[in-house]
């Protein structure tokens, strides 16, 4: 991410009377649309909306309304990246606010790169999108350069590359480590659960 992103300045966000409120996903895709020229920026943003949905339901056990908010934020963490890079994060959840949607998706979105928008990841949806964010687009680039993409990939291949400082050199090993020193759950674990569920994503 941009070295020039401006902190946002807050830690809260949204009303609390606007809990429950979510885009439908009609509306979340037209923004997606909208926002997002760019195909391969979309494809990221999707991949880490299967990953945090998919994470939800089966890791987390959270029924459905709870998972479509870890799907939403997913879908539009980046949705500002692309048109303005210096307030990345901030126009996003200025929008949402403006649409009322509930907190804690706003603060899950802010929460994806704590060191650059200066909000720390607080309950576990804000703690996956950080670990997922970074790692998905690390094992997509991976997937990109194989002749059988995602097909027979391991998990293996993928922590060789991460100690590999040259491949996908922009994405920032230290935030994964610290994204990762905030969960539970080892990196194999959480590698081989992106593998699965961003292969099929288009
Ligand atoms: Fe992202």
Known sequence: MAETIQPLGRTAFGNAADKGNVLTETEATELLNTWVPNERLQLHM????????????????????????????????????????DQHCKIIIEELEKRHVDPEVMHCIAS????????????????????????????????????????????????????TPSFAAQVSRDDIND?????????????QFIIEHQKDVV
Do not use: C
């Open 46 to 85: 999707k991949q880490v909306a299967a990953v945090m949905k998919a994470w939800a339901l089966e890791k987390e056990q959270l029924p459905e309304n709870e998972a479509y908010k870890w799907w939403l934020a997913g879908l539009l963490h980046d949705a500002d990246w692309e048109q303005y890079p």
């Open 112 to 163: 994806h790169g704590p060191k650059y928008f200066g909000v720390e990841p607080e309950n576990t949806m804000d703690k996956m999108i950080y670990v997922f964010d970074e790692l998905s687009g690390f094992i997509h680039a991976a997937a990109l350069i194989r002749p059988t993409k995602y097909e027979g990939m391991d998990v293996k291949s993928i922590t060789k590359k991460l100690k």
């Open 179 to 191: 994204a990762l020193s905030r969960i539970p759950v080892p990196l194999e674990e959480i590698i």
